[in-house]
């Protein structure tokens, strides 16, 4: 049973670009959620997707932006990147009313 | 924002011996949960440990929750190298996976052989 994929792994960018980040989640689960960790800082909230719907929102920015597709799996998009957006992105992903997140091995988005 | 701050940020310890961590929150839960992360990779699940219960164990690892405190502490007994890595408190204001983890800074653990 595979667990959370998250491709692709490293990612270098120049500001101004945009980048999608993408997530398989569990299978069987039906809810991505998304989030930011900054290098020594613990994970942020970004956004979460449940049947095909963001259903919440942390505080970023409208440069974020996601996608569910019907086999559950998710896309994360930034436009007009920012130094600042340097990160470790995780995915995580759960069944809807359980309360265990599994998460992905993260995808490190470097942008020069 | 960051709700959970963990303390200490970092704690270095011999082989063999216990490890505590401790969190503390800022505002009502569902639940608290705890994880691992080794070296910026993706985080690994430890325990859950819900508002209405005031101590778990998994195998090694004990977790305690006072909510009247605000606080929760995760213990590591018998520690191993293995254990190195970066523990994190996450608390989950509503359940059922409605999103909206709230992570702290996390404590450095650092086992020795």
């Known amino acids: 049973d595979a667990g959370v994929t998250q491709s692709p792994t490293h990612l270098i960018k120049t500001r101004g670009q945009q980048v999608t980040l993408r997530c398989s989640p569990k299978s069987g689960h039906d809810t991505v959620s998304w989030y930011q960790q900054a290098l020594g800082q613990g994970p942020q909230f970004i956004f979460q997707?449940?049947?095909?719907?963001?259903?919440q929102r942390g505080n970023f920015p409208d440069r974020f932006s996601g996608h569910q597709f019907p086999n559950y799996s998710s896309e994360l998009n930034v436009n007009a990147l920012l130094l600042g957006d340097s990160a470790l992105y995780l995915c995580?992903?759960?069944?809807?009313?359980?309360?265990?997140?599994?998460f992905g091995p993260g995808t490190r988005l470097t942008v020069l | 924002s960051q709700q959970g701050e963990e303390d200490p940020q970092a704690l270095s310890i011999q082989e063999g011996e216990n490890a505590t961590m401790n969190c503390s929150y800022k505002?009502?839960?569902?639940?608290l949960q705890w994880y691992r992360q080794n070296s910026g990779r993706g985080l690994v699940h430890l325990i859950l440990i819900r508002s209405n219960e005031r101590e778990k164990h998994s195998g090694r690892l004990r977790v305690t929750l006072d909510t009247s405190k605000k606080s929760s502490s995760l213990l590591i007994t018998a520690s191993r190298a293995a254990d190195t890595a970066s523990y994190f408190c996450?608390?989950?204001?509503?359940?059922?996976?409605?999103?909206?983890?709230?992570f702290g800074k996390g404590t450095k653990l650092s086992v020795k052989p």
């Open positions: 505002t009502s839960i569902n639940n």
């Open positions: 997707y449940y049947e095909e719907e963001e259903r």
């Open positions: 996450a608390t989950d204001p509503y359940g059922g996976s409605q999103g909206n983890l709230i």
């Open positions: 995580a992903s759960s069944l809807v009313q359980v309360d265990e997140q599994f």
